[in-house]
């Protein structure tokens, strides 16, 4: 094996952390701008936020990391993403500015409190809807030739891609009520333990839905699972994700222990996104652009990962240190602003 073939396969998986990082630790922190409207008042609003106020913008650096990953490491799946979904990654960076700008500015805000509310629960809820109309339009396969994209502005739109951006929502919605589960006690707790309840049936139903949709698509994802012996020794994924599926309906009921649903849904979510990837392998852009074919030059490549080595320990140091200094419950009367 030579650095063209090796280092492509390590900054796939670099990248890939990178984005799963992202989903996880922002996702319930879009989760809780989603379920912003169950808020009861203003002050339960606020409760919400603080239970992400002091890490929420450092969430973001993992958005970052894939994207400049991905840039240095593919710059082919860089410009072919760009030119094929430019309309739903401008929609996904507005609203996470508008999420970030209503986030600050609605703890400093008097009369307008409510209107920087709503502008936090819509940012939130559009950015989620996008991340899930970009991931569905790449799972769905691109018109690609000589490694270019060749489709239209608007291929991207499909039912398949809606059905993957309101997923991706739910998800989300999960992820934050099973955070406040965590990071709360009182009536707080108690909302959102009654909404992980049906949220966490509509997500399966939703897994189900793309997972049945799968076959009919031209991206080869759901192919690679039933090659050959493929499915003998992936199988364990679907059984696994069935199993936490279980589990977690379980633990949403069990108000004994409050951490047991969030590290659950922790679960899901990696499950779910370890069969998008090895349904992909060795394809980075479906149907056809491997990893190989779309890889920058090994000394680019190999440039790049040394500051890498310096960059993400860094990276996790201060995400671990942040989360552990502001670990336990919130209470209703702290504020970090």
């Known amino acids: 094996m030579n650095m063209e073939t090796v280092l492509p396969v390590i900054w796939f ?3 890939g952390f990178g984005v799963l990082m992202y989903v996880l630790l922002d996702g319930f922190v879009l989760g809780l701008g989603i379920l912003a409207p169950f808020a009861e008042d203003e002050g339960q609003l606020d409760h919400m936020m603080n239970t992400a106020a002091p890490i929420w913008d ?13 840039l240095a490491a593919f710059p082919k799946v860089y410009a072919v993403v760009l030119s094929a979904l430019y ?6 960076l507005i609203a996470l500015v508008f999420r970030g700008v209503a986030f600050e500015f609605r703890f400093k805000a008097r009369r307008a409190k409510p209107a920087w509310g709503a502008a936090f629960s819509i940012g939130s809820l559009l950015a989620a809807f996008a991340q899930g109309v970009i991931l569905g339009a790449l799972v769905e396969g691109m018109p690609l030739q000589g490694g270019k994209y060749v489709g239209g502005v608007f291929d991207w739109f499909s039912p398949f ?15 934050g009520a099973c955070w406040l589960i965590l990071k709360t006690e009182g009536p707080l707790q108690k909302t959102a333990r009654t909404l992980a309840r049906p949220l966490v049936l509509v997500v399966v139903v939703f897994m189900g839905l793309v997972s049945a949709w799968l076959p009919f698509l031209d991206s080869r994802v759901m192919a690679r699972w039933f090659e050959g012996a493929n499915f003998l020794w992936l199988s364990p994924v679907p059984v696994l994700v069935l199993a936490t599926a279980f589990a977690l309906w379980r633990a949403v009921m069990d108000e004994g222990r409050d951490a047991k649903p969030f590290l659950l849904t922790l679960c899901f979510f ?68």
């Open 87 to 92: 309309l739903p990654v401008l929609l996904m």
């Open 270 to 337: 990696v499950l779910g996104f370890a069969g998008l990837v090895l349904g992909m392998w060795p394809n980075i852009v479906p149907p056809s652009l491997t990893i190989w074919e779309a890889a920058s030059p090994p000394e680019s490549q190999g440039f790049v990962l040394v500051g890498l080595v310096v960059l993400l320990p860094a990276i996790l140091g201060y995400t671990w240190w942040s989360y552990n200094v502001f670990k336990g419950k919130i209470a209703a009367d702290v504020g970090y602003h």
């Open 13 to 15: 998986g670099v990248i």
């Open 161 to 175: 891609s809606m059905l993957t951006g309101a997923a991706i929502v739910f998800g989300y919605a999960l992820l």
């Open 58 to 70: 450092g969430n973001e650096t993992w958005l970052v990391l894939g994207g400049a990953g991905l």
